[in-house]
């Protein structure tokens, strides 16, 4: 039997010999190449949706048969939040190719829900040559982060090149 003296370690050491070897651990289980993470979307349940602050949001439908032709001037875009609040921000971004926007003032802006949910912004435009094809792009997102999260857009595309 052999009489080494017995080396007591430090809580101080132990610790760090601890983290040492966790350390190791985790860069041991490091890919070698990047990966792109994988992301799940889904629906809340509905108890989810109606029980909190947070709102969702979903633009109109896309309409790429519409006629930006003066007589069907002006025209609607909606967007509707979940669960339905009135009073709720919504920021609006208009995207225009060809065309000069005559209403709203503004390519940016605000519009506040009603009582369905609903935002409806008019939209009037004058098509600059009119022999051009037209597409539209309405961006709804909220003006306030804590009253939802989330984007949506809403396209309008004119197939009527002759005024």
Known sequence: MSNKPVEKVSRRDAIKI??????????????????????????????????????????GPDDFGANFCPAAMPFDSTATITPPTPGILLRYTITL????????????????????????????????????????SILWEFDNPADGSGSDTQTFEDNNLLC
Request: hydrophobic residues 45%; negative net charge.
């Open 18 to 59: 601890l983290t040492a070897a966790a350390g190791a651990v985790a860069l041991a289980n490091i890919p070698d190449k990047w990966i792109k993470p994988d992301a799940d979307f889904g629906v809340l349940p509905a108890h989810a949706q109606t029980s909190g602050g947070a709102h969702t949001i979903a633009a």
């Open 97 to 136: 190719t060809h065309m000069t926007l005559n209403s709203p003032a503004s390519p940016t802006g605000t519009v506040a829900t009603d009582g369905t949910g609903t935002a409806t912004l008019s939209i009037d435009a004058t098509k600059i040559p009119p022999t051009l094809p037209e597409i539209i």
